[in-house]
């Protein structure tokens, strides 16, 4: 059953809009009344289905206490009664899976006894809308030294998305490492994770979830769920994988990432997750009001053991935005320590990201003492920017990676290299990827 493991926030802010929509569309007669058939119908919902029952009993408790108090008085409409629900719900538990959210047009849906046709153009626009998100994938792309990118920010349903996800995948199948970003990642299916992570594996049967949930009259149903025994195309069984993580990386995308490491299968680079580890199922509620109630647990099953309120702790911590470019050196020198025959490729393009990282910058005054000729060479001073021109033709930008080493704009073949003695120019030097230098002194 799909919904058993969906572990997403995503549905926050499609509440939140589907609130305000329905909102406007005004509900008028929105009485205490309605309010105690909600939180009566929520407490049976939690009795039935939430993982901890101790907390069920105070979460009951303190609901019934508050609208006694006439605490929810205050909330004149749905949608404020519905986020003051939230506030509690999450003050209580700790649990940053529930959701209490206002929509009729849903409960209503879920009410019905849907005819077929109906149910098909109902999967049909739900297709279209996930196909205009690409299905969560934002890009794949190939990084300086032959390191893949890839970018994904929730996990859609495999049996919509697995061709676009391969697709993805054989793009960044001639790589050398993969840096895989969940910085912005709010989860989703669980089942997405699993695909993408048995393109790491070969001739592997392991597993890499166990999770149990609970059924109506708290029946309780314990699944595994293992790498796939089959991908489509070329597994990426052998490079280097690098997560980037955020504390907006939640539920789905932390389990991807938690089980990898904990298969030490990759290297997690970022910041602590936001630490939310249960399967969520959404339950209607009367009133057009509907809950994301937590009514499972998974566990990791190499360490018996889950996130749920600590997060997953990256290997190499560093700010979110630093993640990107701290993987990317981290591949390259991993990949130098590997192959001999690479470092003068890696050497050329270390210096690239460690500047894009850290911006290098040259006093305009020093910039504006390298201008002058250089044989059929000229450096330009303009506008605080350095420019090369040769033979009196076409100029391009210089941009600093060190105060005197300049990479040519549109061109990746060599580097302008200045050089002095005794804080005196001398000339420059044209610096190729291969090692060869040519020298032209200052006229």
């Known amino acids: 059953?799909?919904?058993?493991?969906?572990?997403?926030?995503?549905?926050?802010?499609?509440?939140?809009?589907?609130?305000?929509?329905?909102?406007?569309?005004?509900?008028?007669?929105?009485?205490?009344?309605?309010?105690?058939?909600?939180?009566?119908?929520?407490?049976?919902?939690?009795?039935?289905?939430?993982?901890?029952?101790?907390?069920?009993?105070?979460?009951?408790?303190?609901?019934?206490?508050?609208?006694?108090?006439?605490?929810?008085?205050?909330?004149?409409?749905?949608?404020?009664?519905?986020?003051?629900?939230?506030?509690?719900?999450?003050?209580?538990?700790?649990?940053?899976?529930f959701r209490v959210m206002y929509d009729p047009q849903w409960t209503e849906s879920q009410q019905k006894n849907t005819d077929a046709e109906t149910q098909k153009k109902i999967k049909a626009q739900q297709l279209t809308d996930a196909k205009k998100k690409n299905f969560g994938f934002q890009q794949a792309r190939i990084l300086e030294g032959n390191i893949g990118y890839l970018e994904f920010n929730y996990f859609e349903d495999p049996a919509i998305a697995s061709e676009t996800a391969a697709a993805m995948m054989q793009v960044l199948n001639n790589t050398e490492a993969l840096i895989i970003d969940l910085r912005k990642n709010n989860g989703g299916v669980m089942e997405m994770g699993q695909f993408i992570s048995s393109y790491f594996f070969s001739d592997k049967e392991l597993p890499l979830y166990k999770y149990y949930y609970y059924e109506k009259d708290r029946k309780k149903i314990e699944r595994e769920m293992w790498l796939l025994p089959s991908v489509p195309g070329k597994r990426l069984d052998s490079i280097d994988i690098y997560i980037l993580t955020s504390g907006a990386t939640f539920s789905a995308a932390e389990w991807m990432s938690y089980s990898l490491q904990n298969l030490k299968r990759v290297t997690i680079v970022g910041e602590k997750t936001a630490g939310g580890a249960h399967p969520i199922d959404r339950k209607v509620l009367p009133n057009g009001f509907s809950v994301n109630i937590p009514f499972g647990e998974i566990k990791d099953p190499v360490t018996n053991l889950d996130f749920e309120g600590k997060g997953v702790q990256p290997d190499v911590l560093c700010k979110s935005e630093e993640a990107i470019n701290t993987s990317h050196l981290l591949a390259l020198q991993k990949l130098m320590s590997k192959n001999k025959d690479s470092l003068n490729d890696i050497k050329w393009v270390i210096p690239i990201i460690k500047n894009r990282q850290n911006p290098i910058n040259v006093d305009p005054?020093?910039?504006?003492?390298?201008?002058?000729k250089y044989g059929k060479a000229e450096l330009i001073y303009e506008t605080n920017n350095l420019y090369y021109k040769w033979n009196n033709r076409t100029s391009f930008l210089l941009t600093p990676l060190e105060q005197d080493l300049f990479m040519v704009d549109g061109i990746d073949t060599f580097r302008i290299k200045i050089i002095s003695e005794e804080k005196s120019i001398k000339g420059i030097k044209r610096i190729y990827e291969d090692g060869q230098e040519?020298?032209?002194?200052?006229d």
């Open 1 to 97: 059953m799909k919904h058993l493991i969906i572990l997403a926030v995503l549905s926050f802010s499609i509440s939140l809009y589907s609130q305000k929509e329905s909102t406007n569309k005004g509900e008028t007669n929105f009485t205490d009344l309605h309010k105690k058939q909600i939180i009566d119908s929520l407490n049976k919902k939690l009795e039935e289905f939430y993982i901890r029952p101790n907390i069920t009993l105070v979460i009951k408790k303190k609901l019934s206490e508050n609208y006694k108090k006439g605490l929810y008085k205050n909330a004149l409409n749905p949608t404020e009664f519905a986020l003051k629900l939230n506030t509690d719900l999450l003050e209580i538990s700790k649990d940053l899976h």
């Open 438 to 442: 040519i020298f032209y002194s200052k």
């Open 365 to 372: 005054l020093l910039l504006k003492s390298y201008q002058g």
